[in-house]
């Protein structure tokens, strides 16, 4: 019983904090900086009540910066947003999850349709305006989620949208002790959600690497893979020693 109640408590705890920020947001007026934190203060809320044991691993970032980190799960949303007040890139499909998808719209976060050459740019666009306002974005550049070890490529454009504005970028590794934590292929959020919660306690780290700056794309995109795949590789040597 114990996954099922997590469950049901994340989807209360998810729908009270949407309606806190609302009703937050229309008394004190809606800025992007208000909803960053309250998204914050909903992933610390989580990351407590599914007893997720988060190690931070170098300097968290300032505001502003764009954070790209690799993808294991929809529980890194959980645990970088429990860190760091930020605005994610997510795939469009993202919008149709129940309680989630409307949490996520309310939430700053940019989706994208990357079969759309037009969809992409408007993210980019997003993107930047969101960075401008002094906020942190985190973008997923594998695309999709990968069980390890090691990374997938990275797509191009964000690091072309760094590189050509000057945004400052922080690489940031994620991984997790149960390496079934890691959400891929035909795998769906409930039976996942309730094999991973049936232990009380799920260790991640997460290891943000040095800011890059003035920078080529391609040089920026080499050293973020490099900076992230090494973390991982470290982390996974530990662990098997």
Known sequence: MLPLYRLIA???????CVCRLIVACLIKGWTPQ???HHASCWASVLVRHLNID????????E????????????????????????????????????????????????????????????????LLKRLQ?????????????????????FHKGVFHLAAQQGVHTVPA????????????????????????????RLNADLTF??????????ILREDCHRTIHDALLRRESMEAA
């Not at 988060?54 to 970032?61: E, L």
Request: with cysteine.
């Open 63 to 126: 505001n502003g910066v764009m954070i790209v980190a690799n993808h294991r799960s929809y529980l890194d949303i959980v645990v970088i947003l429990s860190q760091v007040q930020a605005a994610f890139l997510a795939k469009q499909e993202l919008r149709s999850w129940p309680v989630f998808g409307y949490a996520a719209m309310k939430g700053n976060t940019v989706f994208v349709d990357r079969s759309s050459r037009t969809s992409r740019e408007t993210s980019r666009h997003e």
């Open 34 to 36: 208000r909803v960053s």
């Open 10 to 16: 994340v989807l209360l705890i998810t729908v009270f």
């Open 209 to 218: 690497g040095p800011v890059f700056s003035e920078q080529p794309a391609d």
């Open 173 to 200: 590794a994620v991984c997790y002790e149960n390496r079934e934590a890691a959400w891929i292929g035909d795998d769906t959020f409930v039976p996942h959600f309730l094999r991973i919660f049936r232990n009380r």
């Open 54 to 61: 988060v190690t931070v691993n170098g300097t968290v970032p």
């Open 133 to 153: 306002q002094g906020i942190c974005v985190v973008v997923f550049p594998e695309g999709t989620t990968s069980e390890g070890p090691g990374l997938l490529d």
